[in-house]
């Protein structure tokens, strides 16, 4: 039975369900910017703490593993516990284990630190589709999934701006320590805001745990991400590279698995039959390739920026703040012109931003690496702005073809796959194109980023076009039964 308060949160017009929703934001805000904020700090954290290079990677990747592994694993358990129950759990371990990373004496407890909130984090982002499908009506889910997409993207390219910034203003003498304390009071407001508002009801019935799915999906991930760590890190070596084979040997018995736990009907880990319809099969390929740009162009950057223009952590911040406007304003206009001219807004956004990629490709090369900051200011807004304005319907129209049931199901999927781009994204571009860390491999680097995000505007189009109020009207009938 639901109870009055959960009846008014699933209006969608209650304040108790965008405090909620609030809640929600906070904890993709958190987990979605510590993906990226070591970045522009791990110089710091590196000398203070004197971390190899392998400690150095596990730093920065350690988190996107344990992230990506929990994810899929995390979601079911979720949906057999309760979902409040178990995001109010994650939530704490995250501050906790932020407060440890904040905290810690020594590399090794770093690693371990960052581990743990990896975790945490992936405990956190498994719930968050199906929350925000149980606390709104479908008629709600394309503007709250637009704010949750523009949230995450946001965080993930806030992150090296705040990292630099916060390293560099040195807040009460904390350095490197600030960019994990700040999730203290982030976290508690969440935990505030989920345990006061948060109803949803725990499943009716006891969801199977599907334990050999939760294993050969785990061992697959950790070998994949793992592997592309390795060789973003080293280069394509041999080990990382036989790694990467075993696991799509280990993927294709996964699948197979998840088939015939389908047919059986004992609870697969994987829903394959999301893959049917179209907006998610297509959807799922377009993410994957825009995550692995988008983290590939802001590692791209920030190297480009410290490493081959030498520009200071702070320097760095102010230079990419245009961009960090313009996906804002991509954002807030992106749902009124895809109502307006439909997928083609997405394509065009693409187009827009790999063509101010290569305009600042052009300049630099022109220049010697001489930046004007002012001069740059409007085509680095542009290309932020292209960026905000495909990322943000994305995901709204890659689950708006299922039911709730379904988007339940893909509460865990959706995050995992972007944690597979991300890591290819790193593999591929920065290992292909940018060892050497100088002018001429950020020129290649960033053109191959333009190419590709030009190859993923066409793809782009093969998305179905939103639907139109009188027939999404229809659509929505059965699924508010």
């Known amino acids: 039975m639901i109870n009055g308060a959960t009846a008014d949160a699933r209006t969608g017009t209650g304040a108790g369900a965008w405090a909620a929703f609030a809640g929600c934001l906070l904890s993709v805000f958190m987990q979605m910017i510590d993906v990226t904020i070591v970045n522009t700090a791990l110089p710091e954290i590196t000398a203070d703490l004197h971390a190899s290079s392998a400690q150095q990677l596990l730093i920065v990747s350690g988190y996107s593993l344990a992230f990506a592994?929990?994810?899929?694993?995390?979601?079911?358990?979720?949906a057999r516990i309760g979902r409040r129950r178990m995001f109010l759990f994650a939530v704490v371990a995250f501050t906790a284990a932020s407060v440890w990373c904040g905290t810690a004496g020594s590399a090794g407890e770093l690693v371990l630190a960052r581990i743990v909130q990896g975790v945490?984090?992936?405990?956190?982002?498994?719930?968050?589709?199906?929350?925000?499908?149980?606390?709104?009506?479908r008629r709600m889910h394309t503007q709250v999934f637009a704010l949750y997409?523009?949230?995450?993207?946001?965080?993930?390219?806030?992150?090296?701006?705040?990292?630099?910034?916060?390293?560099?203003?040195?807040?009460g003498g904390l350095g490197w320590h600030s960019i994990f304390l700040m999730n203290l009071p982030l976290g508690v407001v969440t935990f505030v805001l989920a345990w006061r508002f948060l109803r949803v009801e725990t499943p009716p019935r006891r969801v199977p745990m599907d334990f050999p799915g939760v294993v050969l999906c785990a061992v697959t991930l950790f070998a994949l991400l793992y592997a592309l760590s390795e060789i973003h890190l080293h280069g394509w070596r041999p080990i990382p590279c036989l790694i990467v084979v075993v696991a799509l040997g280990l993927g294709a018995l996964t699948l197979l698995h998840e088939r015939a736990a389908t047919r059986r009907?004992?609870?697969?880990?994987?829903?394959?039959?999301?893959?049917?319809?179209?907006?998610?099969?297509?959807?799922?390929?377009?993410i994957t390739g825009f995550f692995g740009l988008f983290t590939a162009f802001v590692f791209a950057i920030s190297i480009t920026l410290q490493n081959v223009l030498e520009f200071s952590a702070l320097r760095t911040g102010i230079a990419m703040t245009p961009f960090a406007l313009g996906a804002g304003a991509g954002a807030l206009l992106s749902p009124i012109l895809v109502r307006r001219w439909g997928v083609r807004v997405l394509a065009g956004g693409l187009v827009l931003y790999a063509a101010c990629v290569l305009v600042g490709v052009v300049y630099v090369n022109i220049t010697g690496g001489q930046v004007n900051m002012l001069l740059c200011a409007a085509p680095v807004f542009l290309c932020g702005f292209g960026a905000g304005v495909f990322a943000v319907p994305l995901q709204p129209l890659m689950l708006s073809g299922l039911d709730d049931a379904q988007m339940a199901e893909a509460s865990g999927l959706v995050p995992t796959i972007e944690q597979i781009g991300n890591g290819v994204g790193l593999a591929l571009l920065a290992t292909a194109f940018f060892r050497a860390h100088t002018?001429?491999?950020?020129?290649?680097?960033?053109?191959?980023?333009?190419?590709?995000?030009?190859?993923?505007?066409?793809?782009?189009?093969?998305?179905?076009?939103p639907a139109t109020?009188?027939?999404s009207a229809t659509a929505r009938a059965p699924a508010m039964n």
């Open 69 to 78: 592994c929990t994810l899929l694993a995390a979601a079911r358990l979720g």
């Open 120 to 137: 945490a984090g992936g405990g956190m982002a498994a719930q968050t589709i199906a929350i925000l499908t149980a606390l709104f009506p």
């Open 149 to 171: 997409g523009a949230t995450s993207g946001f965080a993930g390219l806030l992150g090296p701006i705040l990292g630099g910034t916060l390293v560099t203003a040195d807040i």
């Open 265 to 286: 009907d004992t609870g697969p880990l994987v829903r394959l039959d999301l893959f049917a319809d179209r907006g998610f099969a297509v959807g799922s390929i377009v």
């Open 439 to 465: 002018l001429g491999g950020s020129t290649v680097m960033l053109s191959a980023i333009a190419v590709l995000a030009l190859v993923l505007a066409a793809v782009t189009l093969a998305l179905p076009e």
């Open 469 to 471: 109020p009188d027939n």
